[in-house]
T-cell receptor, first 114, second 112 residues
């Protein structure tokens, strides 16, 4: 009963390095999203996807890329990491993203950019 | 975009006390959601509210959808140690149901 799985759990990067945060769900959810959590700011939406091949920007998309080639996976790419991207990242999914639906969250990736 | 403001930002209480927290917005929300985040984990949905004035309970938790549709309240009765965590209010943006807006959270600490 995996739900939403995020890897890695922790990551340290140097400024300018690139990396991909992985997110996979086994609930056949069409909707997937990425949030970042910073102290005192709650969770802010980075990118989301309503189905394979469809992605859109959230509140804070700059510096991040996403793609959705399969229903199960929704990776988040940092092309050139910056200290401002130090944060905890959460992936979440739901059946279709409707306002009445429950979002299921992964356990997060803690990223530090030095 | 729409913003949600939670208060208080943190609470330090004794075990057994009741807890009240609220969430306000300058714009109308059609759905109010309350999530709880425990240390090292992602948020988990506690209660969902869909109608103005609605009052919904989940065990010792009770949440209300404000009449003005610009606020919501969460109460926890007889707190226990496992209530520790960060409580977030959230709601879907009017222009896009897929975009969920979160408040900044209320951190609850309980002294046994």
């Amino acid at each position: 009963n995996a739900g939403v799985t995020q890897t890695p759990k922790f990551q340290v990067l140097k400024t300018g390095q690139s990396m991909t945060l992985q997110c996979a769900q086994d609930m056949n959810h069409e909707y997937m999203s990425w949030y970042r959590q910073d102290p005192g700011m709650g969770l802010r939406l980075i990118h989301y996807s309503v189905g394979a091949g469809i992605t859109d920007q959230g509140e804070v998309p700059n510096g991040y890329n996403v793609s959705r080639s399969t229903t199960e996976d929704f990776p988040l790419r940092l092309l050139s990491a910056a200290p401002s991207q130090t944060s905890v990242y959460f992936c979440a999914s739901s059946y279709s993203g409707g306002r009445n639906e429950k979002l299921f969250f992964g356990s997060g990736t803690q990223l530090s950019v030095l | 975009g729409q913003q949600l403001n939670q208060s208080p930002q943190s609470m330090f209480i004794q075990e057994g006390e009741d807890v009240s927290m609220n969430c306000t917005s300058s714009s109308i929300f059609n759905t109010w959601l309350w999530y709880k985040q425990e240390p090292g984990e992602g948020p988990v949905l506690l209660i969902a509210l869909y109608k103005a004035g609605e009052l919904t309970s989940n065990g010792r938790l009770t949440a209300q959808f404000g009449i003005t549709r610009k606020d919501s309240f969460l109460n926890i009765s007889a707190s226990i140690p496992s209530d520790v965590g960060i409580y977030f209010c959230a709601g879907p943006e009017l222009q896009g149901a897929q975009k969920l807006v979160f408040g900044q959270g209320t951190r609850l600490t309980i002294n046994p």
